[in-house]
């Protein structure tokens, strides 16, 4: 069974911080990873995309990169801004094409 | 097309009452799931169907809850005799192959008094 865990948990930066938020999983045979942005009250809103033959992808400020060997992904957030606060997800999809999620890294940028 | 929707945005309803959830998907997507969301946790998957089948349930799925997705277009999600316990953001998600990305609706917060 797919575990995956997010590190850390929580996280407050002053505004214009680069910053690096951590997901691991325990099995490695993944179809994808996507990392997801949700506000308090809404739903998700998906940030990126990568698939089991990708490395990284990038938008704006954001990069995420995929190590499928030691089970482990990364989200980079660039010169953070109070806007980017929310709680952070990534899910990874195996070959059932159900994801699992992890509880997330609560972000939180100050002016 | 403006993205997935679900109605009602918010439900409250007494304990016992029986409660049933629409979700729309992106029109082209075949794939659409059901998610459970509680304070503090990832999306926990309910049920997910390939146009009108239902492919999988999971385990937290109790006999109290059914889904149908009668023309592969929208879906419902009932769930029956309600209990406190399933108060929760009640999240659905549309995809399509190949790349299964998945796309959310703003969820139904249901709470059950």
């Known amino acids: 069974k797919q575990e995956v865990t997010q590190i850390p948990a929580a996280l407050s930066v002053p505004e214009g911080e680069n910053l690096v938020l951590n997901c691991s999983f325990t099995d490695s045979a993944i179809y994808n990873l996507q990392w997801f942005r949700q506000d308090p009250g809404k739903g998700l809103t998906s940030l990126l995309l990568?698939?089991?033959?990708?490395r990284e992808q990038t938008s704006g400020r954001l990069n995420a990169s995929l190590d499928k060997s030691s089970g482990r992904s990364t989200l980079y957030i660039a010169a953070s801004q109070p806007g980017d606060s929310a709680t952070y997800l990534c899910?990874?999809?195996?070959?059932?094409?159900?994801?699992?999620f992890g509880r997330g890294t609560s972000l939180i940028v100050h002016p | 097309d403006t993205g997935v929707s679900q109605d009602p945005r918010h439900k409250i309803t007494k304990r016992g009452q029986n409660v049933t959830f629409r979700c729309d998907p992106i029109s082209e997507h075949n794939r659409l799931y059901w998610y459970r969301q509680t304070l503090g946790q990832g999306p926990e998957f309910l049920t997910y169907f390939q146009n009108e089948a239902q492919l999988e349930k999971s385990r937290l799925l109790s006999d109290r809850f059914s889904a149908e997705r009668p023309k592969g277009s929208f879906s419902t999600l009932e769930i029956q005799r309600t209990e406190q316990g399933d108060s929760a953001m009640y999240l659905c998600?549309?995809?399509?192959?190949?790349?299964?990305?998945?796309?959310f609706g703003p969820g139904t917060r249901l709470t059950v008094t």
């Open positions: 998600a549309s995809s399509l192959a190949p790349s299964y990305e998945q796309y």
């Open positions: 899910a990874v999809t195996g070959g059932s094409y159900i994801p699992t």
């Open positions: 990568i698939q089991s033959s990708q």
